[in-house]
């Protein structure tokens, strides 16, 4: 293997078959992140004909809008606006307010994390924006999103969804699937351990499979839509001789700003994924012009869905109905709509397919994120963990992705509550990092005033961004959940709470405690494996 020539770098020398990079001689040598590195000292780290991970940049514009639609769309369309609804008071205003408040949002988040991954074009999203912002206390932000990421690398609530829609198209009844048996979580595990198998094994075999999937997803997607407008379209569904959205705007069941900001959290879990891509920017083509153009398309295409299937369920269902629809409101929508045969048992299986499809992408992004983590060397055995062995693909981050899901799969009630709770915890986790993300982006713009990306995102936009979740992270609060509680557990938030804590606790013991204790301070090097990856080892000193 050839050496390298590295601006600062010393001791090159090949060690058990991996290049040893040595120590860069700037401030970030002792602690510093392979995110927070500046772009021409990564260029000089990459290798593989200049790529910066040895798959290479291989997703083009349809790859990704595949991976932005197939990441949006999944259960949660499908499954949360029955919960959102009953938080809501069981008022149309009110609900459909959250659903566009939730719109806006996304869009503003869309063109945050755009202008971040064109200053900062690589792998691992909100974790590189976060290191690149924050710098200050010495490896907090890395060593606290390492360990969250890969702790919080799973994909359960689609899973669920997966599991149920598939029983209920087989024709179990709706208690069954809902309540009453773990059948579902266990047809949701099977499926993640293939989805495992298939990306672990062939990168480009699960990219195409990925992308076929998408394409039907897309049909999916347009004749959901058109759906929705025949739905508006029939008169007096249930014979009453008035509007039915006439009882939804009359109705309001107590509300309050816990459950008010619960059902936002979860409406704006329905277009998550507007951030997924970045996980993978590194393997994006072009990523600034690909992310502009399949960012926005992506998100406007779900956006029309979304408003149309949620007319449909205010027109189609009464409110006991919606209240007890659950996470399979939208397969009884369709029943109401064309019938058991085709409503019931195709279409049924279609949003299956389209949570099968959201897996696919969901464990592919993670796989990445879990890489990038597992890159930095702070976790036993990172070495093995980050390796493209022996697919050339990340199988062993696959593989610790698939264990998480396949854990809480077990673990967790069949109830649909369990769902809106995990809805609720992973979205109340992701508006903390996204209020972070937000006001990192002002810091940086602060410390970098030379850099201009070639999208920018909007100052007023920023600040919406900022106010918002500052509200949302607090907003839980006050009041209580009337949807998301599970017995023996904490309310979700405080869940979320305790998962960072402890992420943040690693850091403190890894960085400051432990060393000042034995005596010994870090230092890192890179060093580069045999298949072309480079990762980070830690040495005492």
Same mark, same amino acid.
């Given at each position: 293997?050839?050496?390298?020539?590295?601006?600062?770098?010393?001791?090159?020398?090949?060690?058990?078959?991996?290049?040893?990079?040595?120590?860069?001689?700037?401030?970030?040598?002792?602690?510093?992140?392979?995110?927070?590195?500046?772009?021409?000292?990564?260029?000089?780290?990459?290798?593989?004909?200049?790529?910066?991970?040895?798959?290479?940049?291989?997703?083009?514009?349809?790859?990704?809008?595949? /991976?932005?639609?197939?990441?949006?769309?999944?259960?949660?369309?499908?499954?949360?606006?029955?919960?959102?609804?009953?938080?809501?008071?069981?008022?149309?205003?009110?609900?459909?307010?959250?659903?566009? /408040?939730?719109?806006?949002?996304?869009? @503003?988040?869309?063109?945050?994390?755009?202008?971040?991954?064109?200053?900062?074009?690589?792998?691992?999203?909100?974790?590189?924006?976060?290191?690149?912002?924050?710098?200050?206390?010495?490896?907090?932000?890395? @060593?606290?999103?390492?360990?969250?990421?890969?702790?919080?690398?799973?994909?359960?609530?689609?899973?669920?969804?997966?599991?149920?829609?598939?029983?209920?198209?087989?024709?179990?009844?709706?208690?069954?699937?809902?309540?009453?048996?773990?059948?579902?979580?266990?047809?949701?595990?099977?499926?993640?351990?293939?989805?495992?198998?298939?990306?672990?094994?062939?990168?480009?075999?699960?990219?195409?499979?990925?992308?076929?999937?998408?394409?039907?997803?897309?049909?999916? !997607?347009?004749?959901?839509?058109?759906?929705?407008?025949?739905?508006?379209?029939?008169?007096?569904?249930?014979?009453?001789?008035?509007?039915?959205?006439?009882?939804? /705007?009359?109705?309001?069941?107590?509300?309050?700003?816990?459950?008010?900001?619960?059902?936002?959290?979860?409406?704006?879990?329905?277009?998550?994924?507007?951030?997924?891509?970045?996980?993978?920017?590194?393997?994006?083509?072009?990523?600034?012009?690909?992310?502009?153009? @399949?960012?926005?398309?992506?998100?406007?295409?779900?956006?029309?869905?979304?408003?149309?299937?949620?007319?449909?369920?205010?027109?189609?269902?009464?409110?006991?109905?919606?209240?007890?629809?659950?996470?399979?409101?939208?397969?009884?929508?369709?029943?109401?709509?064309?019938?058991?045969?085709?409503?019931?048992?195709?279409?049924?299986?279609?949003?299956?397919?389209?949570?099968?499809?959201?897996?696919?992408?969901? !464990?592919?992004?993670?796989?990445?994120?879990?890489?990038?983590?597992?890159?930095?060397?702070?976790?036993?055995?990172?070495?093995?963990?980050?390796?493209?062995?022996?697919?050339?693909?990340?199988?062993?981050?696959?593989?610790?992705?698939? !264990?998480?899901?396949?854990?809480?799969?077990?673990?967790?009630?069949?109830?649909?509550?369990?769902?809106?709770?995990?809805?609720?915890?992973?979205?109340?986790?992701?508006?903390?990092?996204?209020?972070?993300?937000?006001?990192?982006?002002?810091?940086?713009?602060?410390?970098?005033?030379?850099?201009?990306?070639?999208?920018?995102?909007?100052?007023?936009? !920023?600040?919406?961004?900022?106010?918002?979740? @500052?509200?949302?992270?607090?907003?839980?609060?006050?009041?209580?959940?009337?949807?998301?509680?599970?017995?023996?557990?904490?309310?979700?938030?405080?869940?979320?709470?305790?998962?960072?804590?402890?992420?943040?606790?690693?850091?403190?013991?890894?960085?400051?405690?432990?060393?000042?204790?034995?005596?010994?301070?870090?230092?890192?090097?890179?060093? /580069?494996?045999?298949?072309?990856?480079?990762?980070?080892?830690?040495?005492?000193?």
């Amino acid at each position: 293997m050839t050496s390298l020539e590295l601006k600062g770098v010393k001791n090159v020398s090949n060690e058990v078959g991996d290049l040893e990079l040595g120590e860069l001689d700037d401030p970030s040598s002792r602690y510093g992140s392979f995110s927070s590195l500046r772009t021409s000292d990564i260029a000089l780290l990459e290798s593989n004909n200049g790529h910066e991970v040895p798959q290479g940049r291989h997703l083009g514009v349809f790859s990704t809008l595949v /991976l932005f639609i197939s990441r949006i769309i999944g259960s949660g369309i499908f499954a949360t606006p029955s919960s959102i609804f009953v938080n809501s008071g069981g008022n149309a205003v009110i609900f459909l307010t959250i659903w566009f /408040l939730a719109a806006l949002m996304a869009f @503003a988040g869309l063109y945050l994390f755009l202008e971040f991954g064109c200053l900062i074009p690589r792998s691992g999203g909100r974790k590189t924006f976060l290191e690149a912002a924050f710098n200050k206390p010495t490896m907090m932000v890395g @060593a606290t999103m390492t360990s969250f990421t890969v702790l919080t690398g799973m994909s359960v609530s689609n899973a669920i969804v997966f599991g149920k829609y598939v029983l209920y198209g087989l024709g179990f009844d709706p208690n069954y699937v809902n309540s009453e048996s773990m059948a579902g979580n266990y047809v949701g595990a099977v499926c993640i351990l293939i989805i495992v198998a298939i990306h672990g094994v062939s990168v480009k075999r699960g990219v195409q499979l990925q992308n076929l999937l998408g394409g039907l997803k897309i049909s999916l !997607i347009i004749f959901m839509t058109i759906s929705g407008i025949y739905a508006l379209c029939l008169k007096d569904p249930f014979n009453q001789g008035t509007s039915v959205f006439i009882g939804h /705007l009359k109705r309001l069941e107590p509300v309050s700003s816990s459950s008010l900001t619960t059902a936002f959290i979860q409406a704006f879990f329905c277009f998550a994924g507007w951030d997924s891509v970045h996980a993978v920017t590194s393997e994006v083509k072009n990523p600034t012009r690909t992310l502009k153009i @399949a960012g926005p398309l992506a998100l406007f295409g779900c956006l029309a869905c979304y408003l149309s299937l949620n007319f449909a369920y205010l027109k189609m269902f009464t409110y006991e109905e919606f209240k007890e629809a659950g996470p399979l409101a939208g397969s009884i929508l369709f029943s109401k709509l064309f019938g058991e045969a085709f409503g019931r048992k195709f279409m049924t299986l279609s949003v299956a397919l389209s949570s099968g499809s959201n897996l696919m992408v969901v !464990i592919y992004g993670l796989s990445r994120m879990n890489q990038e983590a597992f890159r930095e060397g702070l976790l036993p055995f990172s070495k093995m963990m980050a390796s493209n062995k022996p697919f050339g693909a990340p199988f062993l981050s696959l593989i610790c992705c698939g !264990i998480l899901s396949v854990l809480w799969l077990c673990l967790l009630p069949p109830a649909g509550s369990a769902y809106n709770y995990l809805i609720a915890m992973e979205g109340y986790a992701n508006q903390i990092f996204l209020l972070l993300v937000a006001v990192g982006l002002l810091v940086y713009r602060k410390k970098n005033p030379d850099k201009k990306a070639d999208i920018r995102a909007s100052t007023p936009g !920023i600040i919406f961004l900022i106010l918002f979740s @500052a509200y949302l992270v607090v907003g839980p609060f006050w009041g209580d959940q009337l949807e998301t509680s599970l017995p023996h557990m904490p309310q979700y938030q405080i869940t979320s709470l305790l998962m960072i804590l402890l992420c943040i606790s690693f850091w403190f013991l890894k960085f400051q405690l432990i060393p000042r204790v034995c005596g010994y301070k870090l230092k890192s090097k890179w060093i /580069l494996l045999d298949d072309g990856l480079t990762i980070k080892k830690w040495e005492k000193c």
